[in-house]
C-alpha cells in the first residue's frame, strides 16, 4: 500500500531564505527516495507565472488590493488544480514556498482585507486543502528587508513589488504570522531564521522526520 502524499508549506516574510531551505528539504527527502514535487506561490504551473509576473512587477504599483488577492488565489486555484492534488493523490511530498498562511498575513491583515475574505476565497479555490505542516522561518521585519532588497539588487530583479511597500506594512503581516502560529501550533512549527543555514536545516528536518513519524507518511 502506497504512503500518503502530504503538503509542507514555508511561510515567513521576505528574505528569511524560504527557498534555500526549501530546496535543502527537498535534496534530503529525495536521498531518502521520496518524491517530491517543489512549487511556488505565486507560480507553480506556466499560468501561475504569468500571474507571478503581473503581481511582483515593482511597475504595477496601481494594483488594488482586490485585484491582489483574487489574483494570489487565481495562481493558487491552478497550482492546486494542476499539480498539487494530482501529487497527493500519487503519494508525493508537496514542498510549497507560500500558501494560504501568507495571503492571510499579506492581504487580509497587510491590506486590512479580512480573514473572512481571505478564508472564503480560499474554500473556493482550494477546496479545503490544507498544508499538513507549515514551517515558518521566523526572522525580524527589518532584516528580513535588508536581505530581500539585496537580494534584488543583487540579482537586478524586476519582482521587487512587495518588498517596496511600507515598513509599517511589513510589521503587520509580521505580527500576523505570529497570531497564526500562536493560533495553530499543532501545524505551524516556528524556526529561528537567524541561525546559522545549517543549524536551520537540521531544525526544519528534525520537525519534518516528527511529523512523518506521527503520521506515518
Known amino acids: 500500500m502506497a504512503k500518503r502524499g502530504a503538503l509542507i508549506t514555508f511561510e515567513g516574510m521576505d528574505g528569511s531564505g524560504k527557498t534555500t531551505q526549501l530546496r535543502r528539504l527537498a535534496a534530503r527527502l529525495r536521498a531518502e527516495g521520496r518524491t517530491v514535487l517543489e512549487t511556488a506561490e505565486p507560480g507553480g504551473t506556466a499560468i501561475g507565472r504569468k500571474i ?81 505542516l507549515t514551517l515558518l522561518l521566523d526572522m525580524s521585519v527589518e532584516t528580513g528587508l535588508a536581505r530581500a532588497r539585496a537580494r534584488n539588487s543583487i540579482e537586478s530583479s524586476a519582482e521587487t513589488r512587495m518588498d517596496e511597500q511600507s515598513l509599517a506594512f511589513h510589521r503587520k503581516v509580521y505580527e500576523a504570522y505570529g497570531a497564526l502560529a500562536e493560533r495553530e501550533p499543532q501545524r505551524i512549527r516556528r524556526i529561528n531564521a537567524g541561525a546559522p543555514i545549517g543549524e536551520i536545516e537540521h531544525e526544519i528536518w528534525k520537525q519534518v522526520q516528527a511529523y512523518f513519524e506521527k503520521c506515518h507518511v
Do not use: H, M, W
Open 52 to 132: 507571478r509576473q503581473i503581481l511582483l512587477d515593482s511597475k504595477n504599483q496601481e494594483l488594488s488590493a482586490t485585484a491582489e488577492l483574487l489574483l494570489y488565489f487565481a495562481s493558487r486555484a491552478q497550482d492546486v488544480d494542476e499539480s498539487i492534488l494530482p501529487a497527493l493523490d500519487r503519494g508525493e511530498i508537496i514542498l510549497a514556498d507560500r500558501f494560504t498562511d501568507s495571503t492571510l498575513a499579506y492581504q487580509g491583515c497587510g491590506r486590512g482585507l479580512g480573514a473572512q475574505t481571505v478564508v472564503l476565497l480560499d474554500r473556493i479555490a482550494c477546496r479545503g486543502l490544507r498544508p499538513d
